[in-house]
């Protein structure tokens, strides 16, 4: 689906119900929020499904727009889901009637009925600001989450993916007047003392590969207790290692659980980071993607070196 289409069938349907991805973060969030709002003003029934483990950076943008309990919907819409694995435990009854898709992730796995895709947008963000301006509902309200949406998934602007239309979004959203410094500082610039002692722990405990342009950090349960961190202090960890000089391929490795490892890879030498997760069953971006594995933080690190090698080798 083009924009224009995507707008057209929103206009068409009723009674809505808005899916994000586990483990929640600001671009699928905001793009949430953000058609939530817009969808409420063209005077539609929409929600959000609620209980996806969002930290409490991003929960005020969800506040009167989660469903309430026994919400039946009759249309069903994702933003910034790429693929089946990705839907929260209490979204997968709706795994298999997802009416329409929108996202930006090369990866996406076509699960919708329709999907309206551009894989070349930085954010899932700038793509709902396009669908919302078909709509008229691009107003404060929407500018706020939709600028969260586009900002968090470019790194504010300094990410490889971020592009001259990036920043004509954001100076759209920002003519609405919504308080962007505010909005800067509480996602970029603003840091938990359990956070900082995360970093340090990363930077005493991380491993350097190939003089330096492969860095890997294992971040186990013990070194989140160790800093005394939750999931709250963890935004964007996997952005950390990329800002060592040097540093061209970069990995976090997150133990969720006793033999479950999530892992990060972000690119900035030409290395292709979605092939690298697809060998491994994940997926993304050119320059950021990710998977999870089974097996200790040793085991996902030794498989995560071995897929960069291979794709190094194939390319």
């Known amino acids: 689906m083009t924009y224009t289409e995507a707008a057209a069938w929103l206009k068409e349907h009723d009674r809505y119900l808005i899916l994000t991805h586990k483990r929640p973060y600001g671009d699928t969030i905001g793009c949430a929020a953000a058609l939530c709002r817009g969808l409420r003003g063209l005077g539609k029934t929409a929600h959000i499904c609620p209980g996806t483990g969002e930290t409490h950076l991003f929960t005020p943008y969800l506040e009167g727009l989660l469903a309430p309990e026994g919400y039946e919907p009759d249309t069903v819409v994702s933003v910034d889901i790429a693929a089946r694995g990705l839907f929260p435990d209490n979204a997968q009854p709706y795994l298999e009637r997802v009416d329409l898709a929108i996202d930006h992730h090369p990866s996406q796995e076509f699960f919708a009925k329709e999907t309206c895709l551009d894989a070349g947008r930085a954010a899932c963000g700038e793509i709902l600001y396009e669908i919302l301006k ?12 939709l600028y969260v949406a586009v900002s968090t998934d470019c790194g504010c602007f300094v990410y490889g993916n971020t592009s001259a239309n990036t920043h004509r979004v954001a100076a759209a959203l920002m003519d609405t007047g919504i308080p ?3 909005l800067n500082k509480r996602h970029f610039r603003t840091k938990t003392w ?11 405990r991380m491993h350097r590969y190939e003089d330096g342009k492969i860095a890997v950090a294992p971040v186990s349960l013990s070194l989140m207790d160790e800093a005394g961190a939750t999931e709250e202090d963890m935004e964007d960890i996997a952005a950390f290692l990329g800002q060592i000089e040097g540093v061209e391929t970069s990995v976090t490795i997150r133990e969720l659980a006793a033999g479950e490892c999530k892992l990060s890879v972000r690119t900035s030498g030409g290395l292709n980071a979605t092939k690298v997760c697809a060998l491994l069953g994940g ?10 594995v089974s097996g200790t933080l040793e085991e996902a690190e030794s498989a995560i070196l071995d897929a960069i090698r291979q794709v190094e080798h194939d390319a």
């Not at 509902?137 to 706020?144: D, G, I, L, S, Y």
């Not at 997926?283 to 999870?292: I, K, N, V």
């Open 194 to 204: 359990a956070r900082l002692q995360v970093e340090r722990l990363i930077v005493e």
């Open 180 to 182: 962007a410094a505010e």
């Open 283 to 292: 997926g993304g971006h050119a320059a950021a993607a990710g998977c999870t």
């Open 134 to 145: 078909e709509l008229g509902q691009v107003n404060q309200e929407t500018a706020v989450p």
